[in-house]
Structures are given as structure tokens and as C-alpha cells.
């Protein structure tokens, strides 16, 4: 390996020497593209301030912001000791209200360069979150920023110039840190273990690498899980630290563990496979399935909501963003697509919560919740007459969830607002919300049940009480059970039951079952199956109110629960009381209680997703993971619940076991939930011992009075939730947030590209096209702490300094429009008809874009330019030459598309295509106008795994006073670029030349005209890769990249390449007085085709093909060998 480096580096430093000595040059016509973000909220930033973090909020998000400071200094102190690093400096944590606020972001906000050397990122510590209504899921999100900010720290340090200097020499894969921080954001969870196990246990896993390429996240973190399982939780910080000392992670991996990564990833595979060989043991599904069409399982999401008459289930697909909601007939099979929405695009997560959606109780309506371009909208579908009807919420952020009441006019909402998620009763006719629940606890999949009169829903509340509450008393471990809220007492503290209490293990979607029976998903045995709950009410205790007969109206209140015979004097709580004299009144209230019976009703083999119920026609339906596919089940409600629930094996799966949450299966019995409160603040407990007083038929007297409990006799059934720390989280006042900048990346690199516009002045000797030299470039560049503004500078000099180039930009993209504003300054030394010349040009460029869709932008530029020639004075002649100036203004006009997702380096999966149309005019003569016009379209499109077809078609013309010539040949950015001298042009029709790619096979200029028109293909086969059965610890060979090729094409003048006044098909032989021209017949169509060979070497992309030219309809017998640095075509 050391001697592969040492090749390496070698070869870097030949060719360093060698341009430095001979000027590789290069021009080139680099096309940008890229994605966009589209703002349709104008956000008004503060920030609170604790301890070590700063959060930013907007309207509404304060609370949100004091959670995520909360819960990032919660957790700070266990990160730090677990990476064994301590923070340096403060973190800033940005919170958006919602997913669809965080997607308007400018963040990470970048498109592959094209050159890749040299990049080094210094930007801070920063951390951007949302909330989608649970807070468990932002607690994850937060834990997993603040881990990748402490390790990056530890890795790269803590300042710039730490930065600068580590980033250069260490190289870390993306699943690398993602597996990492994924996993010290949370170990393991049922959703993972789900998927894991269904990979293993449906196929014999091979490969580690194949694995990981498919589903990067969840392999990685299994990854992690793996090595702390068999060597500890010091593994993390050991990793970690050596990685640091060593710049190679499979060092580090080899020193801690004694393995490298093949082997570990063979220990991988056999670790999970013998920990899920047994898991299907005594499980099973579902025999019955509902036939989804086969094109459309890849994208189904655990969504489905069954049609009241059983007629017709719908579900949602989404496809990298692009989501589309269906039904299908379940008696023909039918798909009917009833909406589409969102767009496909790469995105790092996905918003997979929309649409949402309810059916009407008739049966004929579909209602689902969607959003458009920042608004939030609710649409009701009538299946009859196709008929669609639009309300748009606008005092909610998001709907999590929704329902239909048994009336057809109310739902019951699952809302965001003001950073909280709450229940809301909604009516559909007069269009007002009530507002049920009002709290910082999470309330989720809320619907109705006992004819409309009960609401079931999920929290994450520590108790049955409604109200508000301060967000530092929710629950540490934020896990969800069920409640049912009693419509009829609205606002009133019995309003709300509750149905379950499993700390650590969540219970979501509650559903009515059947008759008295509720039924809900638990993840109690580590598998997400469903259970049976039922309420029944019982006597509880009595309570006696004794009014005595004095000045003050003395009330005493005894609390008792068998009826005992005391007698008119008897002793209570060491107290004797007399009722034979002075009592007024006795008032006896008899109090009841809800006592809990549950019943486990499925032994699954995978977790349930998402389940509904239909009660008409008594069919239960379950979406399943199963086979590496996702499935809808029918069964049959099962009316035997309580006799189903006795025979049903719960045992808790291995993953559950390891959690010691749950260690033993679940025992069917009665619980209760709510504690007694009595006035004088005692509580009572809810297990109940018999008592051998003799019964009287008076009064009652309690079995367990207040002076005799003992809360230690208690022993809960389930494990008892953590108690939350009382440490006051001490914050300040909320502050105006004012426009900061951070460094953001600094460039210091080799590079021979084209800074700003590729079109170079035509000489006034007509000459061939001037290359770029092999340049030094800096360039730095800083930006705001919402990356909505940023400034960039630089300059580049050439290897052999003939001149140099300067640069300075400024752009806001805070608003939907976009605009930036860019000065270019470019010096080179040249020479016209053998003259030595000194070119100069200046340009000033404002930019606008307008961003239709992520994905669809239209951009506009307005410039103004000045071309300036100055003759070097070496004879007297060249000292009477005065100085050329041309000064041109002009505007151009762009439509870009790009949908692309990126697969590697180099490796794209979609289509790149843009329009364009610009026009130059001359400052001193306004008659004099040159007009461009063209496009650029590219494909890609994978063939097998990482292998990717890659296709381009582009084409440029131009008319006008002048003109712009188009010279054909060679690659961008070629290294040593070579020329053909068959110059046909004069510079009095020409302004400006540029270089029109790709043309392998020969040199530049081998065709040339105002208009040209190029096609290329490449299968681009990263072949060690795509082999190998482990990720590669080479850069090079991880980037390496066979890549054989074809081009075709032409430049020519007039109207198509065939015709005569194309000067290609013309020889001018001209003497005094006469003037020949000759027609040839020679064919303007060229074409190339060869090899290609791409990676990475000490950062910097290199390429190098081999190519013989087409010409004539012959072959070249001579190949033309190409160095270039950049990536595409």
C-alpha cells in the first residue's frame, strides 16, 4: 500500500512539474445546473441562549427552541463522554416548525463542482432540525447533529486552521459518520430491527458492501451496533480518536479491533444472521393479500385507511418526493390514482407525511390533507361525480392525522401550531376548529370511536390531567401511550382516560376494534403487533361529606371502601368522630373507577405499519414489511378477544430482551391507571387487600385509609418511568437575530477552468482559440448563519504568471428570487498578427433566478463587458499601435431543469437540460448585436447498480453583426491542448470564439462555425466498486472508472453543415485580380469513440481517454490521448 501511494504521489508531482513547465492549457464551455430552494415564508429569525447552545426559532417555534436547548444540554454531558471528546465552543441549533419550513432552507445547498480538488469545508458548528409532531423523533434528530458536531471537532478541530489542515489529509465515507451518529442517536429501534431482519431472514446476505450500497443508513448504523455489542462502548471514542492520529478509519479499525473491514463485515453477517435465525420461530402473518399492482409496491408507504362499506382501500406512493394517492377496488383489483403531488428530486430526507388522509362515513368521499407551495390544504373527493372540494387551513402549520366523526360533518385534527401538536374538533360545514387539547405533549393518530362520543389517540403526556403544562415535565424517555378522550366533558379533568402505560415501549394507532374492545400497535415484544383493550368501570370508594351544625358551616370529608359497622362514634385516622350530635347533613358520593383489561391479539413475524379496521364488514387490514417488500393483509376481526388473548405468545424477541424493557411475556389482567387525589393531597394507591371487618349497612369505611398506606408495598407491573431531572434550564429573553457570517469553504487548488463567461474576444489576427494555462487558485468563501447570503472572492494566477484573474461575488437567495452579483477581472498575454499583446477583461454581472419547483428555475443576468487589447511596444512600430477597447452590454435568459440524484462521484441517476438565449451589443455602435442561442441536454440513466448510461445532446448557434465562433475539438479543461491550423474565419464577422465539446479524437478547431451541434455517450463503470465485496479503502481505486465512450458531431456556418455557404465545403485561392473558390465534398459530420479512464488522485478528479476520430467515414489510425481535470462529459 505504501508503495501504491508513493506511485501515486509521484505521478502527482510529474504532473505538476510538467504544466508548470510547458502551460497545460485548457477553454472550455462548462455548463451549470444545479437544484434549487423555493421560499414561500419570509422567516424573522431570534434565538434564545442557554449554557453551550444557541436556538433559533421563528413565529410560533419558541417552545420548540427551549425543547431543543433543553434536550442538547440533557444529553451533551453522555455524547461528550461516550466520543471522549469535550465541546469547545457553542453550537447553534436551528429549529423549523415544521418539515415543509425546513425544506425552504438554503443549507447544504450545492451542486458538484468541477473541479474537486483542493475543497476544504471550515464551516462551524451548526445543527438545523424540524418537527414533524413527535418529539421524540426531534430528541433523536438533535442527539444525532450534536454527535456529528462533536465528532467533527474531534476529527478536524475546533478552528479554522485545524480545519484547513485535517481536512486536507483525512477522507471519511459519508456511511461512515452517518452510521455513527445514527447510532449515538439512538442504539437501536423496533423500525430498524424490523428491516434488518427481514433482510436477512428473506435472503442469504453475502456481501457487506452490497448491503450497504442499497440502504447505507440502516447497514451502517447496524454496523455500529454490531462492534459496541461485541467490543464495548469504548470502541466509539477508541474509533474515533485513532482515526483522528492515523487519517484512515480501517487503521483504526484494525488497531481496536484487530480485523480490517472485510473481515469485520463477514463478523457482520454472521452475527445477524445467527441473531435472526430463530426470531420467525413460533410467528407468523397473514395468509390473505391484497394485490397491489407491481410497479407501484417499490414506493407504497405504511399508509391505508379502509372505505367504511369495505369496498375499497387506499394508500399513498412516493417516489424520491414525488407522491401520488390511491384506491383499489377490492373486488375487481381496480387502481384508480386519485392525486399526485410533490416532485422527484434528491432529497436527504424525504417528507413522507403527506397526504393524509380520512373517509367519509358514507363511504363515497375520500377527504386527504396535502400541501402546495407553503399552504396547507384539505381536499374532499367524491368517488360518485368526481366532483373535488378545497379548504385551506391557514392557523395550522401541518395536520399530522385526521378522522371522520360518525355525522360526516366533524373531524378530529392531529395539528401543529405554535410548536405544538394538539387535538382540534373541526366542522366541515360551518369551517370552524375547537381546540381540545392545549399542551406541549405530543398527541398523534387521534380517531373516533363509541358512535362519535370517544376520541382514541396516542401521547407522549405523563398524565391523565388536560391543561397546560411546562415542557421541562414531559417524559424523558418521550414514549407514546393510548388515551381516550370523552367528548362530553370537554374541558373537564375526568375528560380523559388512560388505556395504557408502558414506559420506553410506544403504543400508536388506536382504532375501534369491535364491541366494548379498543385496539392499538405496541412494540412491547420488540415486534410491532396489535392489541385488545377494554374499559370497564367499577366501584371505587365512597366519599362522606359530614356537615356539622356550627357558626363556621365545619364540613369534615372521610373516605372509606367496605361497608363496616362502626357505630355512631368510631375512630378514623386517629380522629373520633361523633355523629349523634351537631351534624346538620351526611352526603354520600360514590366514586367509580376505569380498570384496563388487555389482550394481545397477533404474534406477527414482522411489525405491523399501519392497520385499519372495517365494522361493517368485519375485516381487519395490516400493512407488512415482508420479503423485502411492503404488503396489505385482510383478515377477520377476531371476536373471541379475550380468549384469543390467553393463547397468544408474547414473548419478548432478542432485541427486546437486550433493552430490559420488557423481559417476560405479557400478562393478560386488569390495571389501572389513575391514581386517587384526594383533597387533602393524599393518593391513593390502586391495588386493593381484603379486610375482615364485619359490613354495616350505613356507611363504608375504607380498606386502606391514608394513615395506613404504605407506598413501598406497591410493586408496579410495568418497569417505572425515569424521573426527569428538576434542574431549572436556565435561558435568555428571546434576541433579534442579526445577519452573522461564517466561514464557509476555502478553495486552494490546481485549475485550468473557466472562472466566468467561456467567451474569449476574437484577435485581431484571427487566431486559434486561447487556452486557460494550468492556473493556482484561492478562492474563500463566507456566509450566514442560514446560509441566505453569501460572499465569495478570489484570485488565480498561472504556473508560468502571465497573468492573472480576480474575482468577487455577492448573492441572497433569503427570498424566492435570487440574486447575486459578480465582478470578474481576467489578464492574459497573447499576440495578434505577431505582435505580443497584453488582454484584459472586465465584467460586471447581476444575476436573477427564479425557482418554479426545486427542480425548475428560470434565471436572468444582465452584464456589461469591456475587452481591452494593449500592444506591447518592443519596435516603433508596435509603440504607434494604440490600444483596442470594445465594450459590450447585454442580458441573457436561462431554462434549467435538473432532477438528477447523486450515486458517487461522477455517478448521476436522472436528467440535466437547459435553454438559453443571450444578446450582446455594443456600447458604441447599438447596430452592431450579436445573438446566441442554445441548449444542453444529459441523461443518465442506471443500468446495474452503480453502472450508469450516460447520454448528451447540445447544440449552439449564433447570428447578427457578429457572431461567436464555435471551435470544435477535444475535451474541457484538456491538458497540453493541441490545435489544427485551418482557420476559415475572419474576426470582422467573428467577436468572440469559444470551445465546443465534446469531440474525442482530435484536435481542437478540427471544425468550426457560428453554429454547432454535439452528441455524446458514456457507460460509466466504476469497476472496483461494482466488485468488490467490501468498501475500498483507496480513494483511487473506490472512484476508479472504466468508461468507453462515443461522440459525434459539427460546427459549420450558414444554415446546415451540407450547404455551400459553409466555408468548411469552400477553398479560397485569391491572387491580383482573381478570386477562385472551390467546392469540396468532404463530409462535415466527424466522430470520435475509445476508452476512458477516471478517479481520484490526491483529491483532484483526472481524466484521460483515448480516442480515434471518424472522419471521412475512416477511422484515424492514430489515437489522441487527453489529461483533463473535471467531472461529466
Known amino acids: 500500500m505504501r508503495k501504491h501511494n508513493s506511485v501515486l504521489l509521484k505521478f502527482c508531482l510529474w504532473i505538476t512539474f510538467v504544466t508548470s513547465a510547458f502551460n497545460g492549457n485548457a477553454q472550455g464551455m462548462f455548463t451549470d445546473f444545479g437544484q434549487n430552494r423555493v421560499q414561500y415564508t419570509n422567516f424573522v429569525w431570534s434565538y434564545i441562549r442557554s449554557e453551550n447552545f444557541d436556538a433559533y426559532f421563528y413565529s410560533g417555534g419558541r417552545e420548540l427552541a427551549t425543547f431543543a436547548a433543553r434536550v442538547a444540554e440533557e444529553e451533551l454531558n453522555t455524547l461528550e463522554r461516550r466520543i471522549d471528546h469535550r465541546l469547545s465552543g457553542r453550537v447553534e441549533i436551528v429549529v423549523y ?19 474537486l480538488g483542493g475543497i476544504t469545508q471550515v464551516s462551524g458548528n451548526r445543527i438545523f432540525v424540524f418537527f414533524d409532531g413527535n418529539r421524540g423523533e426531534l430528541k433523536r434528530r438533535i ?16 478552528n479554522i486552521q485545524e480545519r484547513v489542515q485535517n481536512a486536507a489529509l483525512l477522507n471519511l465515507p459519508d456511511w461512515y459518520l452517518n452510521g455513527l451518529t445514527s447510532y449515538l442517536a439512538e442504539n437501536w429501534n423496533v423500525e430498524n430491527d424490523n428491516k434488518l431482519k427481514d433482510l436477512f431472514n428473506t435472503k442469504h446476505v453475502k456481501k457487506f458492501n452490497r448491503e450497504l450500497n442499497k440502504n447505507p443508513q440502516l447497514i451502517a448504523h447496524s454496523w455500529w451496533r454490531y462492534l459496541v455489542e461485541k467490543y464495548g462502548e469504548d470502541i466509539i471514542a477508541q474509533m474515533v480518536y485513532i482515526t483522528k492520529l492515523s487519517r484512515n478509519y480501517e487503521t483504526a479499525l484494525f488497531y481496536v479491533t484487530g480485523l480490517d473491514l472485510k473481515q469485520t463485515g463477514k463478523e457482520w453477517i454472521e452475527y445477524y444472521t445467527e441473531s435472526y435465525k430463530k426470531e420467525d420461530s413460533g410467528r407468523y402473518l397473514p395468509t390473505t393479500e391484497i394485490k397491489v399492482k407491481k410497479r407501484l409496491t417499490p414506493y407504497i408507504e405504511p399508509k391505508l385507511k379502509i372505505s367504511p362499506r369495505g369496498e375499497f382501500v387506499s394508500f399513498t406512493t412516493n417516489k424520491m418526493g414525488k407522491y401520488k394517492l390511491w384506491i383499489v377496488n377490492l373486488k375487481t383489483g381496480k387502481h384508480k390514482k386519485i392525486h399526485k403531488g410533490g416532485i422527484k428530486y434528491y432529497q436527504k430526507e424525504i417528507d413522507h407525511s403527506f397526504p393524509v388522509m380520512a373517509w367519509h362515513p358514507g363511504g363515497e368521499k375520500l377527504s386527504y390533507i396535502h400541501e402546495k407551495k407553503g399552504r396547507l390544504f384539505l381536499t374532499t373527493v367524491d368517488l360518485i361525480t368526481k366532483k373535488k372540494t378545497k379548504i385551506e387551513f391557514k392557523k395550522f402549520d401541518k395536520v399530522v392525522n385526521l378522522a371522520y366523526a360518525d355525522n360526516g360533518s366533524t373531524i378530529v385534527l392531529s395539528a401543529i401550531r405554535k410548536g405544538q401538536s394538539d387535538l382540534y374538533l373541526f366542522d366541515m360545514q360551518t369551517r370552524k376548529e375547537k381546540q381540545i387539547t392545549n399542551d406541549p405533549f405530543d398527541d398523534l393518530y387521534p380517531t373516533f370511536a363509541d358512535g362519535g362520543g370517544t376520541i382514541l389517540f396516542a401521547s407522549n403526556r405523563n398524565s391523565d390531567s388536560l391543561g397546560s403544562a411546562s415542557p421541562l415535565t414531559l417524559n424523558k424517555n418521550n414514549n407514546l401511550d393510548i388515551y381516550a378522550y370523552d367528548i362530553e366533558k370537554i374541558g373537564q379533568v375526568n375528560a380523559l382516560k388512560r388505556l395504557s402505560n408502558t414506559p420506553y415501549i410506544n403504543e400508536t394507532q388506536p382504532v375501534e376494534y369491535s364491541n366494548k374492545y379498543y385496539s392499538y400497535l405496541t412494540e412491547y415484544n420488540g415486534i410491532t403487533n396489535r392489541y385488545a383493550v377494554r374499559v370497564e368501570e367499577q366501584y371505587d370508594y365512597t366519599e362522606l361529606q359530614i356537615h356539622h351544625k356550627d357558626s363556621i358551616g365545619t364540613i369534615d370529608t372521610l373516605y372509606f371502601e367496605n361497608l363496616v359497622n362502626k357505630g355512631s362514634v368510631f375512630s378514623y385516622q386517629g380522629k373520633t368522630i361523633d355523629l349523634r350530635n351537631n351534624i346538620l347533613k351526611i352526603d354520600t358520593i360514590i366514586h367509580y373507577k376505569d380498570v384496563v383489561f388487555t389482550y394481545p391479539l397477533t404474534n406477527f413475524s414482522r411489525g405491523i405499519l399501519a392497520h385499519d379496521i372495517c365494522k361493517q364488514t368485519q375485516k381487519e387490514y395490516d400493512f407488512i414489511l415482508s420479503k423485502k417488500r411492503y404488503s396489505i393483509y385482510e383478515s377477520t376481526i377476531d371476536k373471541r378477544v379475550e380468549e384469543t388473548g390467553k393463547k397468544t405468545e408474547t414473548y419478548p424477541n432478542m432485541y427486546r430482551l437486550k433493552t430490559g424493557y420488557a423481559t417476560k411475556p405479557f400478562v393478560i389482567g386488569e390495571a389501572i391507571f389513575k391514581p386517587r387525589f384526594f383533597e387533602d393531597g393524599t393518593r391513593q394507591v390502586e391495588t386493593i387487600t381484603k379486610d375482615s371487618t ?23 407491573t410495568f418497569k417505572t418511568e425515569s424521573v426527569t431531572s428538576s434542574k431549572y434550564l436556565k435561558v435568555t429573553t428571546p434576541r433579534y437575530y442579526y445577519i452573522t457570517f461564517f466561514p464557509d469553504k476555502l478553495f486552494t487548488q490546481l485549475d485550468n477552468s473557466v472562472l466566468n463567461s467561456y467567451y474569449q474576444p476574437i484577435t485581431p489576427g484571427g487566431e486559434s482559440l486561447f487556452n486557460n494555462a494550468l492556473s493556482t487558485m484561492f478562492k474563500y468563501s463566507i456566509l450566514d448563519l442560514f446560509e441566505d447570503y453569501r460572499i465569495t472572492g478570489g484570485f488565480r494566477f498561472p504556473l508560468n504568471f502571465s497573468g492573472a484573474d480576480y474575482f468577487l461575488s455577492y448573492e441572497t437567495l433569503k427570498r424566492r428570487l435570487d440574486h447575486k452579483i459578480t465582478a470578474f477581472r481576467q489578464g492574459r498575454e497573447g499576440s495578434a498578427d505577431g505582435t505580443l499583446t497584453k488582454n484584459y477583461v472586465h465584467e460586471l454581472r447581476y444575476e436573477l433566478k427564479y425557482p418554479i419547483n426545486p427542480i425548475l428555475s428560470i434565471r436572468g443576468n444582465v452584464f456589461s463587458r469591456w475587452d481591452r487589447t494593449i500592444y506591447k511596444g518592443v519596435d516603433n512600430y508596435t509603440l504607434t499601435l494604440a490600444d483596442e477597447e470594445v465594450f459590450w452590454s447585454g442580458y441573457k435568459a436561462e431554462i434549467v431543469f435538473d432532477n438528477t440524484i447523486p450515486k458517487g462521484i461522477n455517478l448521476l441517476d436522472g436528467t440535466r437540460a437547459k435553454i438559453f438565449f443571450e444578446q450582446y451589443i455594443n456600447t458604441k455602435d447599438e447596430k452592431i448585436r450579436l445573438n446566441a442561442a442554445g441548449f444542453d441536454f444529459r441523461n443518465y440513466l442506471p443500468i446495474h447498480r452503480n453502472i450508469i448510461f450516460c447520454t448528451r445532446l447540445t447544440a449552439n448557434t449564433s447570428w447578427g453583426e457578429r457572431k461567436v465562433k464555435y471551435v470544435m475539438g477535444g475535451v474541457d479543461n484538456w491538458l497540453f491542448a493541441k490545435s489544427e491550423d485551418n482557420n476559415t474565419s475572419s474576426s470582422n464577422e467573428y467577436a468572440f470564439q469559444a470551445l465546443a465539446t465534446n469531440m474525442r479524437g482530435f484536435n481542437q478547431n478540427i471544425r468550426s462555425g457560428n453554429t454547432f451541434a454535439a452528441a455524446s455517450a458514456e457507460l460509466r463503470i466504476p469497476i472496483a466498486s461494482y466488485i468488490a465485496n467490501r468498501p475500498i479503502r483507496s480513494d483511487f481505486w473506490n472512484n476508479f472508472m472504466i468508461m468507453p465512450f462515443f461522440d459525434i458531431g459539427t460546427a459549420w456556418t450558414g444554415n446546415n453543415p451540407y450547404g455551400d455557404e459553409n466555408t468548411f465545403n469552400q477553398k479560397v485561392y485569391q491572387i491580383p485580380n482573381l478570386k477562385v473558390t472551390v467546392y469540396n465534398i468532404r463530409e462535415p459530420l466527424i466522430a470520435g469513440f475509445g476508452p476512458g479512464f477516471r478517479s481520484k488522485i490526491m483529491g483532484y478528479y483526472v481524466r484521460f481517454d483515448v480516442a480515434w476520430g471518424i472522419q471521412d467515414m475512416e477511422i484515424n489510425k492514430k489515437p489522441v490521448y487527453y489529461f483533463s481535470l473535471v467531472t461529466d462529459f
Open 97 to 115: 416548525n415544521t418539515q415543509q419550513d425546513y425544506k425552504q432552507a438554503n443549507f447544504s445547498l450545492s451542486d458538484q463542482p468541477a473541479n
Open 143 to 158: 442527539k444525532q447533529g450534536l454527535a456529528l458536531v462533536i465528532i467533527n471537532e474531534q476529527l478536524f478541530g475546533g
Open 694 to 716: 364485619p359490613i354495616d349497612t350505613f356507611f363504608f369505611v375504607n380498606e386502606f385509609t391514608p394513615e395506613n398506606f404504605n407506598p413501598q408495598d406497591i410493586k408496579p
